[in-house]
Nanobody, 121 residues
Framework: QVQLAESGGGLVQAGGSLRLSCAASISIFSSNVMAWYRQAPGKQRDLVAT???????NYADSVKGRFTISRDNAKNTMYLQMNSLKPEDTAVYYC???????????????WGQGTQVTVSS
């Protein structure tokens, strides 16, 4: 079974920084696209950033210039560096992999359990 585990969330003041990690229980090399999403209370889950296997990245307009997504295939880990945080960045952050390959099968649309980020004003 595949597991994605987010960490690094917490409480930070506006203008501060956090670095989220998403550690996979297996190699992430097989994934084409990995992503960070976030969900604020009472709102839908929104896409924050994506990164392809080759390292191409895309960001939501709301985080461009402030957040940086990266992945380390050797460590089976994806990251989200968040700078200049704003209260509106407060949400549960989830990592996602489009597909992951174990020795026996593919797993599709894999999600972590989420990590809370709270930005105080």
């Amino acid at each position: 079974q595949v597991q994605l585990a987010e960490s690094g969330g917490g409480l930070v003041q506006a203008g501060g920084s956090l670095r989220l990690s998403c550690a996979a229980s297996i190699s992430i090399f097989s994934s084409n696209v990995m992503a960070w999403y976030r969900q604020a209370p009472g709102k839908q889950r929104d896409l924050v950033a994506t990164i392809t296997r080759s390292g191409d990245t895309n960001y939501a307009d709301s985080v461009k210039g402030r957040f940086t997504i990266s992945r380390d295939n050797a460590k089976n880990t994806m990251y989200l560096q968040m700078n200049s945080l704003k209260p509106e960045d407060t949400a549960v952050y989830y990592c996602n992999a489009d597909r992951l390959l174990t020795r026996s099968r593919w797993y599709y649309d894999c999600w972590g359990q989420g990590t809370q980020v709270t930005v105080s004003s």
